[in-house]
């Protein structure tokens, strides 16, 4: 069963083609770790994608990955050092690839001058983590027990005599 608990991961690396495989193992872990067992392939095969891109493509090999987990969707983030886009964008390209497997996508330029693609996974219906039922409030009687007879004390006791010889009046007596 997830956990509804936010997750979050980041790895900061320098890409090679031996490397990429580390990565894809290191990511199904965490994905297994949280419970998303069945996300892992098409994860796997998005990031694998964008790393061999970005392996064959840029000059500066650097790279981050992210993923973020919220209960319902997990995000994926790779960022490299390059800002350009359109040559991995034709039709058997890398983000055809993550389009066509993932949910949703999209990137951003970073302030570096590089770029951040995502892509996010939705988990299936059935698979989403499930609300915690919450137990119904308990009616009054069952929060608040009616008053059990308490131990009389000795003193108790003579203080109860008292009223009620008090209570009854004492028997007329007639004389005939």
Same mark, same amino acid.
């Given at each position: ?75 994926? *983030?790779?960022?490299?050092?390059? +800002?350009?886009? /359109? =040559? ?7 983000? $055809?690839?993550?389009? %066509? ?33 919450? *137990?119904?409030?308990?009616?009054? +009687?069952?929060? /608040? =027990? ?7 004390? $000795?003193?108790?006791? %003579? ?18």
């Amino acid at each position: 069963m997830k956990t509804a608990a936010p997750c979050y991961y980041h790895l900061d690396m320098e890409i090679s083609p031996e490397r990429i495989g580390q990565v894809r193992r290191i990511l199904a872990a965490h994905l297994r770790y949280w419970d998303l067992e069945m996300l892992v392939d098409t994860v796997c095969h998005c990031a694998d994608a964008l790393l061999r891109t970005i392996d064959a493509h840029t000059r500066d090999k650097r790279t981050t990955i992210e993923m973020w987990w919220n209960g319902q969707h997990l995000i994926t *983030a790779v960022q490299d050092a390059e +800002r350009d886009i /359109r =040559p991995h964008y034709a039709p058997t390209g890398c983000l $055809a690839q993550i389009a %066509a497997l993932s949910n949703g996508w999209g990137y951003c330029a970073t302030d570096t001058g590089g770029k951040i693609i995502w892509f996010s996974q939705r988990a299936r219906s059935g698979d989403h983590a499930p609300l915690v039922p919450v *137990a119904p409030a308990p009616l009054l +009687r069952q929060t /608040r =027990p009616l008053p059990r007879a308490l131990p009389l004390t $000795a003193n108790a006791i %003579a203080r109860e005599r008292h009223s009620i010889s008090a209570e009854r009046p004492e028997p007329a007596v007639s004389s005939v």
